[in-house]
């Protein structure tokens, strides 16, 4: 039986049935969540740059079980080798062309480096294969830029850019857990170098998801139908120092910046770009980032006491149900519910005061004795196994690992 092997809240392995199972009830909660009422509204075609796992796959799935869409997807995975398995999104891929077929859905998953033009290129054919499968016009309706890449080379330069996790201007310091053991401690991050700063906006930044409509008009592929997103996050200002403040926020600051110009340069042509605002989940990144664990611990504890939590393909399916595809909002995106500053905030509850000052207690009065009951590390530990195909109910893990 393959088990889980996590060091320092870093899971190098994963389980193939567990992937299958775990996408199988993200397609579960998307069929029973979208009534049939709305197919009309939502798209016809849709692509999702990192689409593999997280919040990207969660796109492509409320697109395609939700709304019926045909779907294209890329994303940069490692294939099992010999006694070695693959990546978790090798195997949510696999699972999903394999239930998209079941379904008669048209879709195709492709693998490669979303960063280069090669493989938007290959991405633009996809998009005119699949709407012909689906017997659709050959025009994006939705386009999901969800990408994380640690690298990215720069297809003009063929620079390779490397980003990280740090703070600016000052070292970071804040309390974090081991979620296998429940042992608290403090953490610190030394600040990030300029270069580190200016590289990590390379790679996280916008100037991508800015290539991508480039490609996708130069192809003939927008419509003002389109609607394109990318995702962010803000969170409390306890975790600014190293979040928003740091070189991801700096990277995320760039991406709504990215929103703007795509906004002003494809006006008329397009029905817009969004950032939407999303809450804490637990993923590979927000595992090793100092105060997130124990933050992310306790406001799960708090949203579900209060019927709130909610996971990645709940999230989308509400910013799709709730925001983008509402009965007014289809017929006018001007009708998308947005903040000040033209953002979709999905992270409401999460940021909702009297969830917030809970959250913050329940993080002040955790100690290694009480953990487990003053937050949801359980829960947290659960999530973060899942991500990884283990855990997963209804799995039978005694059974040997011909799935590798």
Known sequence: MTKPMIRNNICINCEPRGCEAALRQQIAYAKKTFAPEERGRGPRLALVVGGSTGYGLASRVCAAFGYGAATVSLSFEKAPSGTKCGTPGCYNNRAFDAAAAAEGLAAITLDGDAFSDEAKALAAEALQEAAAKAGVP?????????????????????????????????????????????????????????????????????????????????????????????????????SWGIYRDGTIGRAKADLERACAAINETYRGRIAGAWVSVNKAVVTRASAVIPIIPLYVSCLFKVMKARRLHEDCTAQIARLYRERLYTKEAALDAANIATDAEGRIRLDDWEMREDVQKETLALMEAATDDNVFEKTDLAGFRQAFLEAHGFGVEGVDYREADEAL
């Open 138 to 238: 050959p025009v994006v309706d939705l386009f999901v830029y969800s990408l994380a890449s640690p690298v990215r080379r720069d297809p003009e330069t063929g620079v390779l850019y490397r980003s990280v996790i740090k703070p600016t201007g000052a070292r970071f310091e804040g309390r974090t857990v081991d979620m296998m053991t429940g042992r608290i401690s403090r953490a610190g991050v030394e600040p990030a170098t300029e270069a580190e700063l200016a590289d990590t906006v390379k790679v996280m930044g916008g100037a991508d998801w800015e290539r991508w409509m480039a490609e996708l008009a130069r192809r003939g592929l927008l419509s003002p139908a389109t609607r394109a997103l990318a995702y962010t996050y803000i969170g409390p200002a306890l």
